[in-house]
């Protein structure tokens, strides 16, 4: 069974930082692309940044790039996906997800990851 679970969300105030976690499980995902991607109150989900099997990365933008950091730890069986979040502002504020693909492809394409874990809540206050 595909799993994809988050943690590590919570309450931060402005300018505070965040380590999320997404462990995959029922798959071959150590040779796949993973994401993470984040949906604020009535808004699309948003890409965030990729990695690949090998440890290429993508981001959304060069200020993105700035405050986050993926990285991932491919294990035998499971995978772990990290995002490391730093100067984090009210902005910020979303349902963070983590996703994979069933290749090994960068993208920040939603349509175009297969797998999705619930999400972890991320608040900042100001």
């Known amino acids: 069974q595909v799993q994809l679970v988050e943690s590590g969300g919570g309450l931060v105030r402005a300018g505070g930082s965040l380590r999320l976690s997404c462990v995959a499980s029922g798959h071959t995902f150590d040779s796949a692309t993973m994401g993470w991607f984040r949906q604020a109150p009535e808004k699309g989900r948003e890409f965030l940044a990729a990695?690949?099997?090998?440890?290429?990365?993508?981001?959304?933008s060069a200020s993105v790039k700035a405050r986050f950091t993926i990285s991932r730890d491919n294990a035998e069986n499971t995978v772990t996906m990290y995002l490391e979040m730093n100067s984090l502002q009210p902005e910020d504020t979303a349902v963070y997800y983590c996703?994979?693909?069933?290749?090994?492809?960068?993208?920040?394409?939603?349509?175009?990851?297969?797998?999705w874990g619930q999400g972890t809540q991320v608040t900042v206050s100001s």
């Open positions: 996703a994979a693909r069933k290749d090994s492809v960068a993208t920040s394409d939603v349509l175009e990851y297969v797998y």
């Open positions: 990695i690949t099997s090998i440890g290429g990365t993508i981001y959304e």
